[in-house]
């Protein structure tokens, strides 16, 4: 249901599943650049759509929106195969130059990533010029709170990362963790974004959609039931998070699910905050929903993704 979206030919959104965030391509003659880099165990396969779509293009420059697994992961991998140069929002440069795991939500989440050295930072209010066309960024606070969003204002184009998807946004870590007003500062972001003309939006998943005032509309909507119940918050972020987890390793051992869950940062902060749960009783939840929603499934002892 993309009703009149056109993007330019000089934009190329590969788009992925969840576990790898979607590649956004923007051709310059036989130029281009990339707009983030999928989950580290994709890399390979990172590499290998980037190969085809390039078709003996030059890849110059790597962007990343923000600093998260599904965002960064393919990083290292995509600059060994064809050497281009990194540029990440401004605000991640330390928390990846120090290889900061809990900064970048890694170790806090139990992902995986690989270093990288970051070769330029752009800030809000930045521009470049890629695809044929000029880029601003813009700061998008919120999931992640130094993330950038980069709009077009001629083809009112905004590559949104996972500020603003046709269905939500990103976990608000900080509001799940403790550490900050993920839930204002999201507020805020689309306030901002919103005050923007935009024809086409190139989310961070999922499909790129024209409409936005509906996906603006149900973000906020998002925003306030998560003001007014933290535990649904604490509850979606969790699923959310464990989702991730089986898309990357397949099965989880389901005698080791409680205290998987009770040594990993981001679900014993969510528990802890929102929920006040035992271990196994939020494992026995937990596995309840996932079969229910038909992400997993109990096989023997183990939990697979269905
Ligand atoms: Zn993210």
Redesign the pocket.
Known sequence: MNARLRLPDSVQVLERGWLS?NNVLLFDGAEAVLVDSGYVSHAAQTVALLRAALDGRQLGRLIN???????IGGNASVQRAFGCSITVPAGMERAVTDWDEAALLLSTAAQAGERFAVDATLAPGDRFVAGELEWQAIAAPG??MD?LTYYNTERRILIS??ALWRDGF??LFADVLGTGDGIGEARRTLEAIGRLAVDAVIP?HGAPFAEFDDALERAFARLRAFEADGARMARNAIRACVTFKLLEVRRLALDELPRYLDETPLYREANRRFLGMEPNALASWLVTELERAGVARRAERWLDIC
């Open positions: 965030a929106t923000h600093s998260h697994s599904d965002h999931h992640d993330a990362g996972d990103g976990i961070g």
